[in-house]
């Protein structure tokens, strides 16, 4: 397993968001964590990168704990997150932007992703909040890349963009999952997640309720009635 | 500063540039000195705010932290100097020892106000960092007893002036049928610092340091998301800065030969967050622009009020000093109403302050 996950637990102020859930990626998946808002997804994440304490029985990462590991060690590990609400530098150009994603690595070159990111080329020059909701998202995801992540935690990229351009962004998701690289996705949207990912686990008030592949979830008549909105079967 | 001097294609004038300007710089004080000595002086402190301005441009322009208590380690700097060249504790090292010695104690007293301020942010770090420039200030009043190691308000006199091999920088000499003052002596050892001091914060600038701490600025989450060590980062901001701070502080006290608490009161912090901000934060032309002007420019009007006043009315109306300050507070408010991002501001500032305009 690239991570392994186990009884995780996130408190704010005494109130449990995540009440000790077990999760793992291996190498080459693509995983989502599915559910719905407050669920504890974002927590789940955010704790998986050391942004947030926790507490977990375990939680390694290529084999090392990662319990005790600063937030900037990880990126320069291969484990890099794409934050919630983008993060991007909102004064720097998308160029900056992109050399910003290798510091870890000691720098590399922007033009590298150019080749999957022709929008982000022509506005190279541009400052990276001038961009649309869509662009932005664009970047950040490239900006990861620009850290050669082995393992790239997305948080709700598809979050306020218009139907195509969320079409758009689950297109890249499986590009970069068809590249080798491990994906662990938090999405609302449930129906593009579970199409996109080979496994999901469906998160519910801090727990896990469900896990399995992505086709059974796909299939099953609970996520079917909770998640993907299609009614009851009568 | 591209937009500014666009000499593309034509390096000779740019080298044509920086020969005319060092050679106004290196005659500049005799013409002053025709003037008036007191002019040579005034000219040395405005190098001095220049050195403080750029030390504080890091901390400020460079990782956005906003100190207000800036002052303190210039005092630092300059009470190092002080106690380890002159007759109070009876220590005469040389300057070159003590120099280095008092940036590392005003960069030790940077991270130590760093440390604890690493989660505050805007308002709040510079509450924080106006409380610690009155705290050194307060100690240096108070640490006369029970063992006498600063003379609390009465200050240290009698420092002695930077001396390198038998020759003085604070006596008069005639050297090449010139005549060197004190101040004119000092003037070139502080437009050498400087220089020096200018040249480390282009390379800052454009290091991996500096990229990180322009991160830091925009978006401290995701800057770590990116792997930059923020809390190492913010201390050396505070720490570089400081050092800074500390070297102008040493060379403050040997030109003065005298220093008391009074010269690093909460006035001076403001004015040289003043001059960082006016100037254009983070932008390295503009916070030396800056830092000249609101030098000079009340100095200039200390000459000018009183004539022009004669002039108009016949007699004096008002007295100087509080016309003086007055023009100066207006000419602040002008300027930061008509130039919000400063008079050179830097690229990105420019960008913050169009984006939020209406």
């Not at chain 1, 992109?98 to 990111?117: H, I, K, N, T, V």
């Not at chain 1, 306020?160 to 996705?185: H, N, Q, S, W, Y």
């Not at chain 2, 400081?242 to 040493?250: H, I």
């Amino acid at each position: 397993m690239l991570l392994d996950v186990k009884h995780l637990e996130v408190h704010y102020r005494g109130i449990a968001a995540v009440k000790g859930i077990d999760l793992a990626v291996a190498a080459g998946e693509l995983v989502c964590l599915i559910g719905a808002n407050g669920a504890g997804k974002t927590s789940t994440l955010k704790a998986i990168c050391r942004l947030i304490p926790s507490q977990a029985s375990a939680m390694a990462y290529a084999g090392r704990d990662i319990r005790r590991s600063a937030v900037h060690e990880l990126p320069r590990t291969g484990l890099v997150m794409v934050p919630e609400g983008r993060g991007i530098f909102a004064q720097l150009t998308v160029q900056e932007n992109l050399a910003m994603g290798a510091y870890a690595r000691g720098g590399g070159d922007p033009e590298s992703q150019y080749a999957a990111f022709p929008r982000l080329k022509e506005r190279r020059h541009q400052i990276a909040g001038t961009l649309s909701g869509g662009e932005q998202q664009m970047l950040a995801i490239a900006r990861a890349l620009m850290g050669e992540p082995k393992l790239l935690l997305l948080d709700e990229p598809s979050m306020g963009l218009a139907p195509m351009m969320v079409e758009k962004i689950f297109e890249i998701v499986r590009d970069i999952a068809a590249r080798g690289v491990t994906i662990l996705l938090v999405e609302q949207n449930a129906r593009l997640a579970l199409q996109a990912a080979s496994r999901g686990y469906v998160m519910e008030s801090g727990s896990i309720a469900l896990a399995g592949s992505a086709r059974e979830l796909l299939d099953d008549r609970r996520v079917k009635e909770a998640y993907l909105g299609e009614a009851r079967s009568a | 500063m591209k937009q500014y001097f666009n000499a593309k294609g034509k390096p000779w004038l740019v080298w044509i540039g920086f020969a005319l300007v060092g050679v106004v710089l290196a005659v500049l004080p005799f013409a002053l000195a025709q003037v008036g000595t007191s002019w040579v002086r005034i000219t040395n402190y405005a190098i001095l705010y220049v050195l403080l301005a750029l030390g504080l441009n890091i901390v400020v322009g460079f990782a956005g932290l906003l100190d207000l208590g800036y002052i303190a380690f210039y005092a630092v700097g300059a009470y190092t100097y002080a106690l380890l060249a002159s007759p109070h504790l009876n220590i005469h090292l040389p300057f070159w020892v003590i120099l280095p010695i008092g940036a590392g104690i005003a960069a030790l007293f940077g991270a130590l106000l760093g440390a604890p301020t690493l989660k505050l942010r805007g308002d709040y770090l510079a509450i924080v960092t106006l409380g610690f420039g009155e705290i050194v200030r307060i100690f240096l009043n108070n640490l006369s007893q029970p063992v006498n190691l600063t003379n609390g308000p009465q200050g240290i006199a009698r420092i002695d002036p930077f001396q390198l091999n038998g020759f003085s920088f604070g006596t008069y000499e005639k050297f090449i049928g010139l005549e060197f003052s004190g101040p004119i002596k000092y003037y070139y050892l502080l437009l050498v610092v400087a220089l020096a001091i200018i040249l480390v914060n282009v390379r800052l600038q454009n290091s991996r340091i500096g990229r990180a701490w322009e991160a830091i600025r925009e978006d401290e989450i995701a800057a770590r998301s990116m792997g930059i060590n923020t809390r190492n980062l913010k201390l050396l901001a505070f720490a570089m800065g400081a050092s800074f701070g500390g070297v102008a502080g040493g060379m403050f006290s040997a030109i003065q030969g005298f220093i008391s608490p009074e010269s690093f009161v909460l006035v001076e912090s403001i004015m040289v967050v003043s001059m960082v901000v006016l100037g254009g934060m983070g932008n390295i032309a503009g916070v030396v622009l800056g830092a000249l002007l609101l030098s000079f420019v009340p100095e200039i009007l200390r000459w000018t009020v009183e004539p022009a006043q004669r002039a108009l009315f016949g007699r004096m109306l008002v007295d100087p000093e509080v016309i003086r300050m007055l023009l100066f507070g207006l000419a602040l408010v002008l300027i930061m109403l008509f130039r919000p991002a400063g008079l050179l501001p830097s690229a990105v500032r420019r960008r913050e302050l169009a984006e939020r305009a209406p």
